[in-house]
């Protein structure tokens, strides 16, 4: 069971143009064209069963249609193929009625919002993100923050370790609640000061786009430091290959106990999903061939050995 907290896809009418431009502004080359079909593909490549979708809204007239495809797309229950698509909702902090999206985004079922700073070109700890993030959270939504430098901007950083701490002592006074998802272990190409100022909170830290990055040594520190349980497995899809990156974790010296949570488990205690052996159940009861071939295999086993005792 492998859950892959950070993806991007768009509607395919608009895929190859959004990935082209992302690739040429980020001078990057893309692991998939950014579809859901090529999505699944890579996903069944790298044995993930979840992947969590990050849409982002980068024009508040955008609002309507990214999340009507967040919706159409999510399917929490595994699918003919094992495999599971959760979508978040987006939102733009120039919203006019920010509450009132925010209620339309838990309507529709969606578990949380992604937030770009750097896209949405506003700084993380201005009022009118404190203001989402305050009542997002009322709400019971994850909020998942990009953190740090973005290859296509790579001179505009809205959202510092400095910035997202002061943010987190505005909104959150009491202490964070622990509904929030720091992005690129709190800082793409900003490791070192994500590290003082950031690691240990009670927030959690996805490793999206940092895993062959930043050095081994620095992101086993930063992970047990922050706490196991509080580390999400991401790749940032497409930006980075699902494949490449679950071979990555799976050598760099995390224990079998720390990949079980940091893989799986840590995710889906946040996003509410049964555990592996819940998930088996469910699954093997699902109607999908593979399922079934499981249930017949199982049941012939059985019986033989009933005929032989």
Known sequence: MILDFHTHIFPENIAHRAVY???FTGRVVAYTDGTLEELRLSMKEAGVTHSVVLPIVTKPGQFR????????????????????????????????????????????????????????????????????????TELGL??????????????????????????????????????????HLGGHDMENESEQLLVGGNYYMDLAYILRLALPGQILRMCRNHGIE????????????????????????????????????????????P???????RFLLSPSSFAFFLRHSAFSFISNRSQRA
Not at 151 to 176: E, H, S, W, Y
Not at 234 to 260: H, M
Request: contains cysteine.
């Open 275 to 281: 555990l592996c052996l819940a998930f088996l159940f």
């Open 65 to 136: 249609h990214i999340n009507e495809f967040a919706r159409s797309i999510t399917h929490e229950e595994p699918d003919e193929d094992g495999l599971s698509i959760i979508s978040f909702g987006g939102i733009h902090p120039d919203s006019a009625d920010y509450k009132g999206e925010l209620k339309s985004i838990r309507d529709m079922g969606l578990k949380g919002i992604k937030l770009h700073p750097t896209y949405q070109n506003t700084y993380i700890d201005d009022i009118r993100y404190e203001r989402i993030i305050s009542f997002a």
């Open 230 to 273: 509080k580390i999400l497995f991401a790749t940032d899809s497409p930006w980075s290959g699902q494949k490449e990156d679950v071979d990555y974790i799976r050598n760099i010296g995390f224990t079998e106990a720390e990949l079980e949570q940091i893989l799986y488990k840590n995710g889906a205690r946040l996003l509410g999903l």
């Open 21 to 23: 431009g992302l690739e």
């Open 142 to 183: 994850l909020i998942s923050i990009h953190c740090g430098r973005d290859l296509g901007f790579p001179k505009q950083v809205n959202a510092t370790p400095r910035r997202i701490r002061r943010m987190i002592t505005d909104v959150f006074p009491g202490g964070c609640p622990g509904n929030l998802i720091l992005a």
